[in-house]
T-cell receptor, first 114, second 110 residues
Framework: DAGVIQSPRHEVTEMGQEVTLRCKPI?????LFWYRQTMMRGLELLIY????????DSGMPEDRFSAKMPNASFSTLKIQPSEPRDSAVYFC????????????FGAGSRLTVL | QKEVEQDPGPLSVPEGAIVSLNCTYS??????FMWYRQYSRKGPELLMY????GNKEDGRFTAQVDKSSKYISLFIRDSQPSDSATYLC??????????FGTGTSLTVIP
């Protein structure tokens, strides 16, 4: 299995621009998570989906952030408009509900907003 | 009080040393205990996980869970420069809520 696949790996954009991050979970995993990691705050859960349905989005910072999971093999995290304080590494992770309750992470998308 | 506490370090040891990494937690309902290794500019990689209490060994790595003390440990024997990374502990109950430590930065000096 190729693992959790994220794109882009790096994104540099200017304040006010729209950013879309993408994630393909491991095949057969039915829960998907979006995390943000910064030096100051560590790993923060933004949102998670179960069977493509958003279950907990309480970590989404504000309305500028939105996430979708149109099917079992694809999810997007969108920031519009982006701000410098959104600069961070965004990780996608997945797990299979019927297996061990452990997360598998992607390689992350490093976002820099100038 | 945070759900999971982890000393951020940094921790610096000579090659070949035994390394002990620890986390404490407050929620007695946690059942899964995980250790992730994160190299610089990479994603967290699952190193080991334990269900409920006890010990688990995998090569040079040993994970211990002491539920009575709400304390988990990761031991690395014969540490190598390639072990230099940030180590994150994580815990969960059943379901999809995970709680992460802030990570301990480890450097193994050749």
């Amino acid at each position: 299995d190729a693992g959790v696949i994220q794109s882009p790996r790096h994104e540099v954009t200017e304040m006010g621009q729209e950013v879309t991050l993408r994630c393909k979970p491991i095949s057969g995993h039915n829960s998907l998570f979006w995390y943000r990691q910064t030096m100051m705050r560590g790993l923060e859960l933004l949102i998670y989906f179960n069977n493509n349905v958003p279950i907990d989005d309480s970590g989404m910072p504000e309305d500028r952030f939105s996430a979708k999971m149109p099917n079992a093999s694809f999810s997007t995290l969108k920031i519009q408009p982006s701000e410098p304080r959104d600069s961070a590494v965004y990780f996608c992770a997945s797990l299979q509900d019927s297996g061990a309750n452990v997360l598998t992470f992607g390689a992350g998308s490093r976002l820099t907003v100038l | 009080q945070k759900e999971v506490e982890q000393d951020p370090g940094p921790l610096s040891v000579p090659e070949g040393a035994i390394v002990s990494l620890n986390c404490t937690y407050s929620n007695s309902a946690f059942q899964y205990f995980m250790w992730y290794r994160q190299y610089s500019r990479k994603g967290p990689e699952l190193l080991m996980y334990t269900y409920s209490s006890g010990n688990k060994e995998d090569g040079r790595f040993t994970a211990q869970v002491d539920k009575s003390s709400k304390y988990i440990s990761l031991f690395i024997r014969d540490s190598q420069p390639s072990d230099s990374a940030t180590y994150l502990c994580a815990m969960s109950r059943t379901g999809n809520q995970f709680y992460f430590g802030t990570g301990t930065s480890l450097t193994v000096i050749p």
